[in-house]
Every structure is written in structure tokens, then in C-alpha cells.
């Protein structure tokens, strides 16, 4: 940290705003990085981040305002040209072929010739070189594919600094990391620091934030907060700047008491092959538990357990007191638990298909007689759905595709409903949808715990957890770490407060326990080598 | 990802491991040749004359399998390769007996750059999936053939041509296998060690990734679609080299061998990963084994079914597991 004696101003925004129909994404967003800044970019889920982002390298123009580069206007806004002006954005992989060597994709389409032809063992001696001044340590000659996350991630940096990269955008990069990858990342990136790259690097992480980065620029629902240095920033301010004042929407969804039954889904010492760890749990009948924890904490692998779509490697899931042993999703499903996937248009729906066709794919069993369907009661069973759910489409043969993402994620509920599940797994129902329906998907969540089942319910939305949960489970690197009846999280000092800010102060207090629970994560993890 | 083994063997044996699926292709055949000349050795297996035989009737497969190493590397598929060789035939046998083996030639190269353009441009500009354009490209180079032809075989009078495209030999040595050598070294060279096959691979290795490095992904395919028909169009001009007349069957049905030769060789049909010399030593493996199989005195429906056994084999030992 300290103050830097170069200051030059590698990038300028000034003024950006982005609307993207009626919905303004960024509304007068400015900031500056330094050459030879790690400058980090913080904010909640829709805050703009990655909306600046792709103003910054391109892939969308901004509404209004301007960036410079290195006191040069930016005048066109392409990724071709914010590649020639020097910025580099990591793609998470994308820009790497896993077919090829190392050093093949470092000097892809610039290959190192001699007589005319490619000389791979000079591109390799050439990356070696480069890799061993940055400090690198990456085999030049391996196959892509075959290397590990952080391996690959290093790999694409180096590929941006070797074609002259003087700003580099880092989206999340550490997600994918184990801890000594992250480790080695920052050591890389300090490096690079030094000569005078300007860095800037999104992350959820404040703990990692706190160790790397020089200023940090926080947004919220597409306004700049505030840029300060690291060192006035203590973590519990940042949050105070993430969260904000809520807006209402959701804090209007009343939550109704839940009536506890029996335990529907009980979880003792299960472990995936890689994700999750250890993780014992249960869920009563008419309750719904929120797992709350970033990307890569292990939600998403869990899930995947309990629906039977990944393997169980030890430990035992018991539904309704039965030890069950899913193979495949349809055994979950036969034993009443479904999920609600994080990727709606690729786990979720056919999207090409009517809404019919989607409803009605689980339960195609009961609805078939001599191998033919049962075109009445196909209807029926559909009718039935929409009409629960209020589905908002031009009717019931409609492609699932011209639905709205809310009704989109509806027609997945509903595709579970009609088979009458007890457990119900929703990874991130929420993603994507227009604030109202969010308020609605919620309602719904609520309705169908008190009608007795038993629902887990991820989400990175901490707001719509508080809303939504009876409990929230709090994880970081695969293990729970910690669980809060919800009203543990509310403040009896503050009782009297309006309930907007009741919610905030709850989502402030979940959110360090979840950067607890992540340096926790790490240490456990240290403590493993 | 699925790469992250977590219960890794050690270093030594993993790699030779690793090594032995990617190599079966070298392996096999050496097995394959050694089977036969055990067993076949008093049916004259190893006589120089049956070995050259095979030679004479895998160059036409060869030939063509080395552009489909550059196709599947690239993700795509080229279907009317047997079709395309069919009609080159016909359209190199009759320029050659309007106006000379030269037009010939000419003829003969021109059908196949003719409906490479028309893939390519299908592909990369309509945008219609190159399985898709070179299924339909079959039957219509098929039609054409039996159109042209009136459905006979067009004589070549040419011993010129003759000669050079397919029925020449060196004293013992067909000329065919030094086309084959030629070629074989021309393509490996081109898609090992130039910008061009650098691109090819990294276009079907992974086409975004290849198009955000500034490859343009488009012209690659274009580009691989023309040098496959063109390369199809040559083996059509040795099969008529060959059988002294063109005719519209010649070729029928060689796109299976050819795709299969390839992927015996080891390259992938998902794209990315090719390698010139290993397809042509699966195409070597093919005549062997149907050379093999006739001497043994198996039926043609016999052959049919072994030959698909062996190939499934061939193909199940060199994939990776998960």
C-alpha cells in the first residue's frame, strides 16, 4: 500500500451512464485508476459492476460519458479497440483453447517462425523466459486443458501482458482458486504492479480486497459511492457502503410463521467428491433454510447431492426418516425431492418447448397410458400450474422462450409441483428476474413451506434470504460454518425501526459472518497443507 | 473441467499410460501386421506384391483422410468426400478424352475447388451446419456424376495420365505411394508448423476462444471445406487413373473409411487435436485389415461386420476416460 510515486492516470471514466431499456444500469459512474494500482471494484449483485466493465473493454457503449486511456480519449467502442488501447479483461478461460500448449496459446496468431515455418521450441524457451520473469510457474510445454484453474488463470494473464496489456480487469478471478493459487496469483499480481500495470479487480472477497488492493471504488444500484484508500476502509464500512438503504420491494413480503412438522430432508456428515464437506443438516416440514456464501463456497455442489445429480462420496441423506441413495435425478425425484436449478435456460426449461411440454416432463409417467400421453389430462395438470402460479403467458402452447424470465422460472416450479414434491431445492431462483416477480417468487416460496414442504433455497442476495428463510446456513469452502434462526439476525435494540432498516442492519450482520466464515475457510484450508 | 484427477497414479506409469491410449493407433497396427503375418504368411500376406496391393488401394483413402484431419481439426465434418471423388472422375475422364490429360487435370481440380466453395459458403455465410451441407453436397455430386456420365464408365485412352494418376509404377513402386508420401508430408508440415494449421486447430479447439485471439473462424472452415474437396477431387483422378475410366460408384461409401482413418489416427471429431501422420496410418491399418480379411477367405458380409468390430475396438482403447 502507501502512496505511490508514479500516479499517472492509467484510466479515466468520467460520467458513464448506461440504460438498457428503461432500466438504467449505470448512472454517472466515475473513477480513475492508477498505473501501478490494484484498484478494487466493489458492490452488491446489480450495483453496475460488470455493466462498467464491458462499457470499459467494449462490449457495450456507454449512454453518455467518456474514458480516457493513458490521458488519450477512447472515441470508438469495440473490444477490438480496447484491446489496441491496453485493456485486457480476463474471460474466465474463454480466451485460452484447451487443446494447445501453453506456450501455443500464449503466442497465438504471433507464433515465433524460422524458414517460414512455426518454431514451437522457441515460442516454449520465449514463454519460459516470460513466465520466469513474472515469476511464474507454469510449464510451457503442457496442454492447457490439462492444467488447473489457477495454472490456466496465470496462463491468460501472462497471454494479455505479453501482447502489452497496461490495464488489466480481473473478474472474480480467485473464485475458481484453491488457497495457494490465490496466494500465488497476488504475488504475480503485485509484481506486475510494479511495472506499472493498472489492475483493477472485482471481488466479493473484502478479505482478499483488504490484502491486495491500493483504493477501492464501491458502487450501488449504478451510482458511485465512494473511491478511497484501502487503509480507510475497514471491512465492516465497506459493507455499510455495499448494502446501503435497501430499497423496499421485499420487505414487503410478510412472513407468515412457519408451522414446524416433522424433519423432511436430513443431511448427517455428507461430503461430494469435492465439494461439500461434512455437511450435516436437516429441514422441517414448512420451513424453508437459506444457504447463504459466495461463489465457490459449495452451495451449488450440495444441491447437486441432494437432487441426486452428483454422486454422494460419504455421509448419508435421509427423506421423510428414509435413508435414501440417489443414482440419478430421477431417483430424487421419485422420493419427492426436486431442484430448482441455478442455470434456468440450460438445467431449467426446454426453452423451444410450449409451456405444456416443460410442465408436464417430470410427472410424464403418470400422465401416459399404453405409451401415449394423455393430451386431457396434460392440459389439466398445466391449467392446474398456471392458474397456482399465476404463469403470465398467451396461453399454454406457447414456447416457454417468449415468457419473461420470472415466468420462465415459474414454469420450472411448476414442472415440480405438478409431481407434488416434499423437498425443494431452489439454487438462485431469483437470478435475472425483474424485481416484482422476485418479490412474487419469494411470496410463492413462503406459500409452499407453509403447505408443508420442506425447502432449501440458495441465493447470493442476502436480502431476499433474510425474506425468504426461517434459517440461514452460512458457508464458505465446501463446510457450514455457521446457522442462524432468522431472528437472530435482527437487532432487539432496533426493534421500533422501519422494517427497510431493519433489513439492512440483518444483511450487514450476514454478510460478515460470511467474510468470518471465508477467512475461516482459508485457514482451515492453510491448516490442510 | 474434467482434468483435475485427484487420485493420481504416479508420474512414470500415468504418462505411459496417457501415451498408450494416444499411441494405440501405432500399436495396433504393428499387432494387426504381426497377427497377419503369422497367420496369413501361406496365403502370401507377406509377398511385396500384396503388400504394394494395399498400398494401390488405401492412396485414394489416404489422400483424402489428410484434408479430413484439417476438417475435423477445425470442428467440422465433410460427408461428400466419396461422392465428390466420384464425379471427379467422370468430369477428369471426360476432359481428358475432349481435350487432353492437361484439361484433365484442370477438370478435375476445378469440380472440387467448385464444390468446396459451394460448402464453405454455405457453412460459414448461410450458416447451415457442414454436416448438414456436405449430406446434401453427396447426393447432388452423386447426380451430377451419373448426369454427366449418363451413368457409364467413361473411358481414359490417356497412358499419360495413367501413368501419373494412379496406375504408374517405378520399377516395383506404384507411384501412388510417393503421391501419399508427398502429400502426407506437405499436410503434416502445413498443420504442425504454419500460422494456417495453428489456426485450423485453434478454431476447433475452441472457436470463441480462437475468435477473441482475432482468428478469423469463418474463412478457417471456408478454407478447410475447399482443401477437402479439392483433395477429394484428387482421389477421384486416381481412381480413374487407376481403373482407366471414370464412373460415377468410384468413391462411394469412402467417407466412413476416411472419417474412420482419421479418427483411428487420432484425431478428435469434436475438433482441436489432429494429427496428419496417424491418419494416415489408420488408413494403412484400414487396407490392412481388409486386405487381411479377404485372405482369409472370409464373405464380404463377413468382412462388413469384422471390419466394424475392429475399428469400434480400435476407437474404444484410445478414448480417454473420465
Redesign the interface.
Known amino acids: 500500500m502507501g502512496k505511490h510515486i508514479v500516479s499517472t492516470v492509467a484510466v479515466r471514466m468520467k460520467g458513464i451512464s448506461k440504460k438498457f431499456g428503461g432500466v438504467q444500469a449505470l448512472d454517472n459512474v466515475g473513477f480513475e485508476v492508477l498505473a501501478g494500482e490494484i484498484h478494487a471494484l466493489l458492490g452488491g449483485n446489480g450495483a453496475g459492476k460488470s455493466t462498467i466493465l464491458k462499457v470499459l473493454n467494449g462490449v457495450h457503449a456507454p449512454s453518455a460519458g467518456y474514458i480516457e486511456v493513458a490521458g488519450v480519449p477512447l472515441t470508438t467502442h469495440s473490444?477490438e479497440a480496447s484491446r489496441a488501447a491496453g485493456i485486457a479483461m480476463n474471460?474466465q478461460e474463454?480466451?485460452?483453447?484447451?487443446?494447445?500448449t501453453v506456450a501455443?496459446n500464449v503466442y497465438?496468431?504471433r507464433?515465433a517462425?524460422s524458414g517460414?515455418?512455426?518454431d514451437d521450441s522457441e515460442a516454449e524457451r520465449d514463454a519460459a523466459k516470460l513466465f520466469a520473469m513474472l515469476e511464474v510457474d507454469v510449464d510451457p510445454s503442457a496442454i492447457v486443458?490439462?492444467l488447473?484453474?489457477g495454472q490456466k488463470q496465470l496462463t491468460e494473464i501472462v497471454k494479455a501482458i505479453s501482447q502489452n496489456a497496461r490495464i488489466l480487469v480481473l473478474d472474480e478471478p480467485s473464485t475458481a482458486l484453491a488457497v495457494s493459487d490465490v496466494d500465488r496469483l497476488f504475488t504475480f499480481l503485485r509484481k506486475l504492479k510494479k511495472q506499472g500495470v493498472a489492475i483493477i479487480y472485482v471481488s466479493h472477497r473484502m478479505d482478499e480486497i483488504a490484502r491486495i488492493a491500493d483504493r477501492a471504488t464501491i458502487l450501488r444500484d449504478g451510482k458511485h459511492v465512494i473511491t478511497a484508500d484501502i487503509g480507510d476502509l475497514p471491512i465492516d464500512t465497506m459493507i455499510e457502503h455495499i448494502v446501503g438503504k435497501r430499497s423496499l420491494g421485499l420487505a414487503d413480503v410478510v412472513r407468515s410463521e412457519a408451522i414446524r412438522g416433522d424433519i423432511g430432508l436430513e443431511l448427517r456428515d455428507v461430503s461430494g467428491?469435492?465439494k461439500p464437506n461434512n455437511i450435516s443438516l436437516s429441514i422441517h416440514k414448512g420451513e424453508v433454510v437459506g444457504l447463504a456464501g459466495l461463489l465457490g463456497s459449495g452451495r451449488t455442489s450440495l444441491a447437486k447431492l441432494i437432487a441426486g445429480i452428483d454422486p454422494v462420496a460419504s455421509g448419508e441423506i435421509l427423506v421423510n426418516d428414509r435413508a435414501v441413495n440417489f443414482r440419478r435425478p430421477g431417483d430424487a425425484i421419485a422420493a419427492g425431492v426436486v431442484l430448482v436449478p441455478e442455470a434456468r435456460a440450460t438445467q431449467g426449461i426446454i426453452a423451444s418447448h410450449s409451456v405444456t411440454d416443460n410442465v408436464i416432463l417430470a410427472g410424464l409417467d403418470n400422465l401416459t397410458s399404453a405409451g401415449f400421453v394423455n393430451a386431457a389430462k396434460a392440459r389439466a395438470v398445466t391449467d392446474a400450474q398456471i392458474e397456482r402460479l399465476s404463469i403470465k403467458t398467451a396461453s399454454r402452447d406457447h414456447a416457454v422462450s417468449t415468457l419473461s424470465g420470472g415466468n420462465q422460472q415459474k414454469v420450472v416450479i411448476g414442472k415440480w409441483l405438478a409431481v407434488d414434491p416434499d423437498v425443494l431445492v431452489l439454487d438462485e431462483p431469483t437470478a435475472g428476474i425483474d424485481i416484482g416477480s422476485k418479490s412474487e417468487i419469494i411470496k410463492l416460496v413462503r406459500d409452499l413451506a407453509a403447505s408443508g414442504k420442506a425447502i432449501l433455497m440458495i441465493s447470493s442476495e442476502l436480502s431476499e434470504l433474510l425474506t425468504a428463510c426461517d434459517r440461514i446456513v452460512v458457508m464458505a469452502d465446501g463446510r457450514t460454518y455457521a446457522d442462524f434462526p432468522r431472528a437472530a439476525l435482527d437487532d432487539p435494540a432496533e426493534e421500533n425501526t422501519d422494517i427497510a432498516h431493519r433489513l439492512q442492519a440483518a444483511e450487514q450482520r450476514l454478510q460478515i459472518s460470511i467474510q468470518e466464515a471465508l477467512a475461516a475457510g482459508q485457514k482451515d484450508s492453510h491448516a490442510q497443507y | 473441467?474434467p482434468?483435475?484427477d485427484?487420485n493420481q497414479l504416479p508420474g512414470v506409469l500415468h504418462a505411459f499410460l496417457r501415451d498408450w491410449r494416444q499411441n494405440i493407433i501405432y500399436i495396433g497396427f504393428i499387432a494387426i501386421f504381426l497377427i497377419f503375418a503369422l497367420t496369413l504368411n501361406d496365403r502370401g500376406f507377406l509377398n511385396p506384391n500384396n503388400l504394394l496391393n494395399i498400398v494401390r488401394q488405401t492412396a485414394m483413402i489416404a489422400v483424402m483422410a489428410i484434408a479430413m484431419t484439417f476438417v475435423l481439426s477445425a470442428g467440422e465434418i465433410d460427408l461428400s468426400v466419396g461422392a465428390v471423388a466420384g464425379l471427379a472422375s467422370v468430369t477428369v475422364a471426360l476432359a481428358v478424352s475432349f481435350a487432353g490429360p492437361f484439361a484433365g487435370i484442370i477438370a478435375g481440380l476445378a469440380t472440387g475447388i467448385a464444390v468446396g466453395v459451394f460448402n464453405g459458403w454455405l457453412t460459414t455465410k448461410i450458416g447451415i451446419p457442414s454436416f448438414l451441407t456436405t449430406l446434401a453436397m453427396m447426393g447432388i455430386a452423386k447426380g451430377l456424376a451419373m448426369w454427366v456420365s449418363g451413368t457409364a464408365a467413361v473411358p481414359i485412352l490417356s497412358q499419360g495420365y495413367i501413368w501419373w494418376f494412379g496406375g504408374g509404377s517405378i520399377g516395383p513402386i506404384p507411384v501412388l505411394l510417393f503421391w501419399i508420401l508427398i502429400l502426407g508430408a506437405v499436410g503434416h508440415?502445413v498443420l504442425?508448423?504454419?500460422?494456417f494449421?495453428?489456426?485450423v486447430?485453434?478454431t476447433?479447439?475452441?472457436e470463441?476462444?480462437?475468435s477473441?485471439?482475432?482468428?478469423n473462424t469463418a474463412k478457417i472452415k471456408f478454407r478447410v471445406l475447399v482443401i477437402s474437396s479439392t483433395a477429394a477431387a484428387l482421389a477421384g483422378m486416381f481412381y480413374a487413373g487407376r481403373l482407366q475410366s471414370g464412373r460415377f460408384q468410384l468413391g462411394e461409401g469412402d467417407e466412413l473409411s476416411v472419417i474412420a482413418a482419421a479418427v483411428l489416427g487420432g484425431t478428435?471429431l469434436f475438433?482441436?487435436?489432429g494429427t496428419v501422420i496417424g491418419t494416415l496410418v489408420g488408413a494403412m491399418m484400414i487396407g490392412l485389415i481388409n486386405n487381411g480379411l479377404i485372405l482369409m477367405g472370409l464373405e464380404f458380409s463377413q468382412q462388413l461386420i469384422a471390419r466394424g468390430g475392429i475399428i469400434i475396438l480400435a476407437v474404444a482403447l484410445s478414448q480417454k476416460r473420465a
Not at chain 2, 477473441?212 to 482468428?215: E, H, L
Open positions: 473490444p474471460y474463454m480466451s485460452l483453447i484447451p487443446t494447445l501455443q497465438l496468431t507464433e517462425k517460414g515455418l512455426i486443458g490439462d488447473g484453474a467428491r469435492n | 473441467m482434468n483435475t485427484t508440415v504442425r508448423r504454419t500460422g494449421g495453428r489456426r486447430l485453434a476447433g479447439g475452441g470463441q476462444a480462437a477473441y485471439s482475432g482468428i478428435s475438433g482441436g487435436k
